[in-house]
T-cell receptor
Framework: NAGVTQTPKFQVLKTGQSMTLQCAQDMNHNSMYWYRQDPGMGLRLIYYSASEGTTDKGEVPNGYNVSRLNKREFSLRLESAAPSQTSVYFC???????????????FGPGTRLTVL | QKEVEQDPGPLSVPEGAIVSLNCTYSNSAFQYFMWYRQYSRKGPELLMYTYSSGNKEDGRFTAQVDKSSKYISLFIRDSQPSDSATYLCAMIDTDKLIFGTGTRLQVFP
């Protein structure tokens, strides 16, 4: 099993450009998450999807959109990138599908995004 | 004030030392407590998971929760250079998982 995979690994954008970060998991998990990790801020939840067909905002959703394409895939889109979105982005998945999700989250390797 | 506070380090110790990593929190509703380990340029991986107060041991690692003091700890015995990583505490409040900022640990031979 590959676990959680993310593409691309690195990306450099100019302000105003758009891009989509891809995430896939092969563990048949119901829930998937997008986080960003910044120095001194820790991991912050951007969006999550508790089951196929549902998405909800996390702590820092502004400037992002998500799509739960199917049970395996959860993408994060930046419509008009800003320097403040320079960060490391992690996708994660967990087995549960309820709002109280105490299941272990498994993380992907991350995407390092720089917005100039 | 952040809900979860964690000293960023770095914490540098010699091989074989006992390491103590700590987090404090302000929300008394937290019931589930976790420690994640994150190697450089990798995603976090779950190390320990405890529910409510008490101790949990797994090999060289012991997780301790003191809900009365709103304080959690991770102890690493006989630390190894391979333990060098950033350690993130995390806690669950109803439907959200809150992470600490992480403590960077360096174990030198």
């Amino acid at each position: 099993n590959a676990g959680v995979t993310q593409t691309p690994k690195f990306q450099v954008l100019k302000t105003g450009q758009s891009m989509t970060l891809q995430c896939a998991q092969d563990m048949n998990h119901n829930s998937m998450y997008w986080y960003r990790q910044d120095p001194g801020m820790g991991l912050r939840l951007i969006y999550y999807s508790a089951s196929e067909g549902t998405t909800d905002k996390g702590e820092v959703p502004n400037g992002y959109n998500v799509s739960r394409l199917n049970k395996r895939e959860f993408s994060l889109r930046l419509e008009s990138a800003a320097p403040s979105q320079t960060s490391v982005y992690f996708c994660a998945s967990s087995e549960g599908s309820t709002s109280l999700n105490t299941d272990t989250q498994y993380f992907g390797p991350g995407t390092r995004l720089t917005v100039l | 004030q952040k809900e979860v506070e964690q000293d960023p380090g770095p914490l540098s110790v010699p091989e074989g030392a006992i390491v103590s990593l700590n987090c404090t929190y302000s929300n008394s509703a937290f019931q589930y407590f976790m420690w994640y380990r994150q190697y450089s340029r990798k995603g976090p991986e779950l190390l320990m998971y405890t529910y409510s107060s008490g101790n949990k041991e797994d090999g060289r690692f012991t997780a301790q929760v003191d809900k009365s003091s709103k304080y959690i700890s991770l102890f690493i015995r006989d630390s190894q250079p391979s333990d060098s990583a950033t350690y993130l505490c995390a806690m669950i409040d109803t439907d959200k998982l809150i992470f600490g900022t992480g403590t960077r640990l360096q174990v030198f031979p």
